[in-house]
């Protein structure tokens, strides 16, 4: 119902328990029978507009919480990568795509670090991969 509804030119906000920005897409698609998959992914990748992922860590100083957010814009390389299937290649785009507002949470993450608002090891616990993690933040 959603997807026809965002077909007709309806906004549409949905939320789901996923880890990251990739996760959700596959989430919507694998509710629907394999038979009906790849016309689910088409209908997706011609109406999607974003997809925002966030997770609270406690800040560095231990007195409140600071969001992370992962950002996923639906350019026309994700959508290409949505309606092939092609889910797993869509952090390598994200992590490319700054100029069209995306970013990873890992990249959010070291940033936040960076800036003294996450310590080290609360971003690390909450990073999707603590080697991206590790190789962004660096000396950090």
């Keep these: 119902m959603a997807l026809t509804a965002a077909e007709t030119g309806h906004l549409v906000f949905a939320t789901l328990h996923t880890q990251d ?23 997706l990748a011609a109406t999607l507009q974003g997809v925002v ?10 007195r409140g919480r600071v969001v992370a957010t992962e950002v996923l814009m639906a350019t026309p390389a994700i959508r290409n990568l949505v309606r ?3 889910t797993h290649q ?21 940033d936040l670090v960076r800036r003294g608002r996450v310590t080290r090891t609360e971003a690390l616990s909450r990073a999707n991969s603590p080697e991206d993690f590790s190789r962004l933040v ?3």
């Design 90 to 110: 869509i952090y390598s785009a994200m992590q490319a795509g700054a100029a069209h507002g995306m970013h990873t949470l890992d990249q959010h993450l070291a």
């Design 53 to 62: 992922c966030q997770t609270l860590c406690k800040t560095a100083d231990g």
């Design 84 to 86: 092939e299937g092609k």
């Design 138 to 140: 660096g000396g950090a």
């Design 21 to 43: 920005a990739a996760q959700t897409i596959d989430r919507v698609v694998d509710v629907f029978p394999t038979e009906q998959q790849e016309q689910v992914r088409a209908q």
